[in-house]
């Protein structure tokens, strides 16, 4: 049955433009283990638009251009093991902001760091 989305997309996706699209696009495989669904490219070879799934999540990502500029934002993601992504973030280049820690009160154990566009990652894994 045809819907108004691709199938397995969730409604609402982060879109992200940097400089380096495809420095990110290859931290995020890296990090997070992400799969390209679609890609487009300008005529340059820069990523036009790229939409990568993570987990259960689809997020898009372009290059900057004199009419898009560059964005920060902030994204927290859940993963199986908080510390096992973490190191894989510091030790592909991210600056730590936080080591993961459980918190008082918090069910979740969260570590956070910036990827080299300055964009702000929340990492967690649920832990009780």
Known sequence: ??????????????????????????LLTVIFDAETLRRFDHENGKIAHIELKLDDTVIMISDS????????????????????????AIENGCELIEKPINKDGDPDTRGSFYDYAGNYWAVSTQTF
């Open 1 to 26: 049955m045809k819907t108004y989305k691709p199938d397995n997309y969730n409604s609402l996706s982060p879109y992200l433009i940097v400089d380096n699209a495809q420095k990110l696009v290859d």
């Open 65 to 88: 251009t004199e009419n898009y500029g560059a964005n920060k934002t902030m994204l927290h993601i859940y993963v199986p093991d908080v510390f096992k992504t973490f190191d894989k």
